[in-house]
């Protein structure tokens, strides 16, 4: 085996385990952070170290009993989370000491790696590599972006594009996306701060406030031709009013829906959907997921337009792993602006 430092190797691991499923946000005594000695390693795996784990609004519906793209985790596993971090050991011959890995494991310290679709290599040892930009935009949020906006919305300069949850992550960065397609952008978000940020930093065309202004008459002011894209994070009420304001052959691309779930009912169906008849328009939902062989491609073409400046990256830290729960129950309030990440 390969470590790379016998002596100071770690034995033990902090981890966050699932103990009730929760009701809505999640309640701290849903979850308890416990020592484990580290598993000896097999043939075939790798000890990643976790630097920084990302925070995604997937990892509360990993908590229900529901059904989504993954199993639920189940009562007593660790809660499941994108991480990225440097290999500390390993006895696989895909993973050297060093290299920065991106996984898909959980909230915790250290990581048992495999050579597998969910354990990609990011970079070979580079004491400069952004991990954080790597969760907020060069991995799978930046990748669902990019997929969702200029694959599937596909705007054209002179369009107009509105993006929900726009000052988060997913929606940060589609918006910036469609700004370099040469798009007017409108940004919806929950606080004037946040509207602020999109206009003043991020450089769009307008933002909303869905909790204080009036979102269709708003739209009326800043969209006067009506929406030809929408790139919505959010269903609910703040998609219903969007629908009204379709333009003609409009796009509307389903990313999320984080308005309900917390809910244990299903939300009720928007009213305005019937405006995609008269509008000939399209409705259509996607999942990054489908695409995992592409994200490394996509990764580095995100990675040179930051790098160039075209992009701006923003994130939220919470420091420790006892503050995974105040971090995830951060996106459902909406105190995050940019990619939730967590420093275990
Ligand atoms: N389809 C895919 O493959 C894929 C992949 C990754 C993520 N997603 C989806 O992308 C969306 C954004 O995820 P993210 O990880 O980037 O999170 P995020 O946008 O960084 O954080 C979530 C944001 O949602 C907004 N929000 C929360 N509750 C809301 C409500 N009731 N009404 C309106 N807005 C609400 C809040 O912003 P405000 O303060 O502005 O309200 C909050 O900051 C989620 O729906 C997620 O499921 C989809």
Redesign the pocket.
């Known amino acids: 085996m390969d470590t790379a430092d016998p002596d100071s190797a770690p034995t033990t691991r902090r981890r966050v385990l699932l103990r009730r499923r929760p009701q809505g946000l999640v309640d701290p005594a849903d979850v308890e952070l416990v020592t484990e000695d580290l598993p000896t390693l097999e043939d075939g795996e790798a000890l990643l170290r976790n630097e920084v784990i990302g925070i995604?609004?997937?990892v509360r519906s990993w908590l229900g009993e529901g059904s989504g793209y993954l199993p639920p985790v189940e009562l007593g596993e660790v809660v499941r989370c994108s991480t990225i971090g440097r290999v500390i050991a390993t006895r696989c011959d895909a993973y050297r000491v060093g290299d920065i890995v991106t996984t898909l494991g959980g909230w915790e310290d250290a990581t048992v790696i495999r050579d597998d679709l969910f354990s990609t290599i990011v970079s070979p040892p580079d004491p400069d590599y952004d991990l954080e930009a790597f969760l907020a935009l060069y991995g799978?949020?930046g990748c669902?972006a990019y997929i969702?906006m200029l694959e599937i919305a596909d705007p054209q300069e002179g369009e107009t594009v509105v993006v929900?949850?726009a000052?988060?992550?997913?929606?940060s960065a589609a918006a910036q996306l469609a700004k370099r397609r040469g798009a007017r952008v409108i940004g919806i978000?929950?606080?004037d701060d946040?509207c602020a940020w999109l206009v003043d930093e991020l450089g769009l065309d307008g933002a909303i406030n869905?909790r204080t202004d009036d979102v269709i008459a708003r739209l009326r002011e800043l969209a006067p031709k009506r929406v030809d894209v929408v790139f919505d994070?959010?269903g609910?009420a703040?998609l219903d009013a969007l629908l009204a304001r379709l333009a003609m052959h409009a796009r509307v691309v389903l990313?999320?829906?984080?308005?309900t779930y917390t809910d244990d009912d299903k939300a009720p169906g928007p009213s305005n959907y019937v405006n995609l008849i008269q509008q000939r328009a399209t409705m259509r939902g996607?999942?990054?997921?489908d695409d995992i062989p592409r994200f490394p491609e996509i990764g580095e073409q995100l990675r040179a337009w930051h790098r160039a400046g075209d992009v701006v990256v923003r994130t939220e830290r919470f420091e420790g792993l006892d503050r995974s729960v105040d971090a995830l129950n951060a996106?459902?309030t909406?105190a995050?602006t940019g990619?939730?990440v967590v420093l275990p």
């Open positions: 995604d609004a997937s799978s949020t669902t969702g929900t949850a000052a988060g992550a997913t929606g978000a929950g606080s946040k869905h994070n959010v609910g703040v990313c999320g829906h984080i308005s996607f999942l990054a997921f996106m459902f909406g995050n990619k939730i």
